[in-house]
Structures are given as C-alpha cells and as structure tokens.
C-alpha cells in the first residue's frame, strides 16, 4: 500500500503489544514505530509522548510514529509522560487521611517538575467536627499554595469542578487504594466502566484493579489517566541538600536559620524548628521532610 505524506500531530494515549495509539484532532489511530526512529532513539516510547504520525491508511485508521517531541516531564512508576498535573485523591475517612502520603507525593511531584493537585473526596461521609479537621488540614497546603479540592461521588459534589481543573490538560488521578479514583472517573467518563473497589478488612483498604495504562481523552486537548494505588508510594533519590527545595514553607524561609548548613534536625538557632513551636510550619511537615531527608542520605550511602 503506498504511504501518503500526509503527517499529523498527536498523543499516544495507549500502548498495546505491538502498537500504539495516537490521539489526533481529527481521529486515533493505530501506530508502529517508523525504524530508523527505533534505531535512534535508545528510549522507548510512553503513553503521554507528544508525536509525529505519518498517515498509513485513513480508512483503517492506521499510521507511523515518525518523530517523538522532547519531553516535559516524566513519571516513571507508571510511566507518563508530560502531565499537566497530578491530582492526588484522598479522604478523611475509609480510608484514614493519611498526611505522609500527600507529603511523600507532593515531595515526588515537585521533583518530577508536575502540578500537584490535592484533592478530597467522600466528604459526603463527614459531620460538621469531621468536615472542620478536613479544612484545617486543606487550608494549610492552600497557604503553601498547593491547589485543593473537595468531592463525593453521591450528589456530584466538586465533579463540575474537577472537569473544569483537568480541562485542556493532561492530568493524572492517583492516590491510596480504595480514596476512590474509579468512581470519580465514573462520573467524568460516564460510557466507560471502571471497576470500584470494595474497602475492606479492619485498615479499610482495598486492592487495586488498574493494571493497564491509558490517557481517556475527554476531548480533543483532555486527557485523564488513571493510575494504579501503588503510583507514587516510592520517592525519587533527590541529592539530601534539595530535599527542602520541595517543601515550600521551607524552601521559602531558606538561609534564616544560625548555621547555612542547617538540616532542621536540632541545631540550635534552627528558624525552621521555631516556626514549628510557634504553630506556624505543621510539626508533620518538618517530620516528613525530615525522613525523606534521611532516607536520601541512606541511599546515597548505599552507593558508596
Ligand atoms: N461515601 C462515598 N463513597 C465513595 C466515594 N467515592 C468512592 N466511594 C466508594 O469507595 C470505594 C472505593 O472506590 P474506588 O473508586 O474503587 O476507589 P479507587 O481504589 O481509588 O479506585 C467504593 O466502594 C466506592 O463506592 C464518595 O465520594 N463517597
Ligand atoms: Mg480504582
Ligand atoms: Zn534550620
């Protein structure tokens, strides 16, 4: 069959065994890797690359990757390659909040270079007390101007809200099993099924179903994936001394302490620790800095 010249812009939004996906403005398609580009290029090609596709068959809807555009950003664990932002999905209940993890996921997205976005859902199941120890916690990522944003699947809550935030951008859900990333992708895709998970047993966690990874497009410009619970539960090796470049009040108040080497840990003359006495920086924060800090100069370690 002869090859027309014609070429079109696109994202890969799926890979399959031998093939890819590539969403275009007119249509997808179904795309091989051109072979001197295979022999080029050392890396593979991920779902979220931006590329080139030369048209093989319109009818058949069939094409050839011939270039890959340099990467914005990356994730690696799943792989996906220039999002947007990643909304981190999380509770106050089933499961329990848990701080560490949106401190270790908001350390991992500012190291990858991606919006970090922190969302809670399930609010439906909370009284008044329980909805104010929500805000609380939301309102101190608000002042270190992390975006926030509160759902429940029952009664639409937020959804119109969610869409508009991932509107013309290519976002990722992610968050622990069983906060309720499925649903929520339920109610924006409402043609595609996902399955939801049951909470269970006595930490209220679930096992997750996402295996395979897939931008959906909501339109043309909008792509969401969903990503399985285990997405962001590592950190990656930053050098120790940057650690703190990732934790914004702390980044922010950088040089104010009695030694220029200061790690936060005890020293005396430590401005980061006053501000924690004081109630100013959330004694969380500095702990969890603190252990991805010290977790750095393990691994560093065990390179030695
Ligand atoms: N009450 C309540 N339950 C929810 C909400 N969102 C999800 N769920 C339930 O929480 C469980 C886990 O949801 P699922 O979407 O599978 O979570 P995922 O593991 O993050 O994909 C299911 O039983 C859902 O029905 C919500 O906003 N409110
Ligand atoms: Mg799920
Ligand atoms: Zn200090």
Redesign the pocket.
């Known amino acids: 069959m002869d090859e027309s010249n014609l070429t079109l812009r696109g994202t890969v939004v799926e890979e399959q065994k031998n093939y890819y996906i590539v969403s275009t403005q007119q249509n997808d398609f179904r795309c091989t890797i051109k072979g001197t580009l295979l022999k080029k290029q050392k890396h593979r090609i991920f779902t979220g690359d931006s590329v080139n596709i030369r048209i093989i068959n319109d009818d058949t809807l069939e094409g050839v990757i011939s270039e890959v555009f340099p990467r914005k950003n990356f994730l690696p664990r799943p792989p996906l390659a220039n999002l947007s932002q990643v909304i981190f999905?999380n509770?106050l209940k089933?499961p329990r909040l848990d701080v560490e993890a949106i401190d270790r996921f908001l350390f991992s997205a500012s190291a990858y270079d991606i919006e970090a976005v922190i969302a809670f859902?399930?609010?439906?199941?909370l009284d008044e007390d329980e909805l104010r120890e929500l805000e609380e916690v939301a309102r101190y990522y608000e002042n270190i101007n992390y975006k926030t944003i509160y759902?429940?699947?029952?009664g639409n809550?937020g959804i119109a809200e969610l869409i508009d935030l991932c509107e013309n951008k290519t976002s990722a859900?992610t968050?622990?099993?069983?906060?309720?990333?499925?649903?929520?992708?339920?109610l924006i895709f409402p043609d595609i099924e996902?399955?939801?998970?049951?909470?269970s047993g006595a930490h209220g966690r679930?096992t997750?179903?996402?295996t395979h990874i897939q931008l959906l497009s909501l339109n043309k410009n909008t792509f969401i994936a969903?990503t399985p619970?285990f997405a962001f539960v590592d950190v990656p090796t930053v050098p120790e001394d940057t650690v703190a470049s990732h934790f914004p009040e702390i980044e922010n108040i950088v040089g104010q302490c009695r030694f220029n080497n200061c790690i936060h840990d005890s020293e005396p003359g430590c401005k980061i620790i006053e501000l924690v006495e004081s109630g100013e920086i959330a004694p969380w924060r500095l702990e969890h800095y603190l252990k991805i800090y010290q977790d750095m100069v393990k691994r560093r370690k065990a390179y030695l």
Not at 121 to 125: G, R, S
Not at 178 to 185: A, T, Y
Not at 194 to 199: K, L, Q
């Open positions: 999905i509770c089933h859902n399930k609010i439906d199941l759902t429940s699947v029952p809550r859900f968050g622990l099993s069983g906060v309720g990333k499925s649903s929520l992708l339920s996902f399955r939801t998970n049951i909470v679930g997750h179903t996402t969903d619970g």
